[in-house]
């Protein structure tokens, strides 16, 4: 059974910090692209950063210079790091590890909320 299990969401002050965990389990981890996307209210899903198996990494605009993913593999774990948090950095943070193939495997975590509120 595939299981994607993020942590580390919460309320931050604006300009601070959090860092999100991802563990998964039942796939072979290191063959997946992962992600982290997040979905405010009212708003559509979005991706905020992704890695690649390689190595690679791309960034929505609004994060960039100020969050970081990075994969650690022999944990099998994603974490994004968040810095200089802001009020529109509210939203669910969702883990997604993605297999493209025929078919594509999508797996998705259940989601942490972080909120940035003074």
């Known amino acids: 059974q595939v299981q994607l299990v993020e942590s580390g969401g919460g309320l931050v002050e604006p300009g601070g910090s959090l860092r999100l965990s991802c563990a998964a389990s039942?796939?072979?981890?290191?063959?997946?692209?992962v992600g982290w996307y997040r979905q405010a209210p009212g708003k559509q899903r979005e991706l905020v950063a992704a890695?690649?198996?390689?190595?690679?990494?791309n960034y929505a605009d609004s994060v960039k210079g100020r969050f970081t993913i990075s994969r650690d593999n022999a944990k099998n774990t994603v974490y994004l790091q968040m810095n200089s948090l802001q009020p529109e950095d509210t939203a669910v943070y969702y883990c997604?590890?993605?297999?493209?193939?025929?078919?594509?495997?999508?797996?998705w975590g259940q989601g942490t909320q972080v909120t940035v509120s003074s």
């Open positions: 997604n590890a993605r297999l493209v193939g025929l078919p594509t495997r999508d797996y």
């Open positions: 890695q690649s198996t390689g190595g690679s990494t």
């Open positions: 039942g796939i072979r981890f290191t063959i997946f692209t």
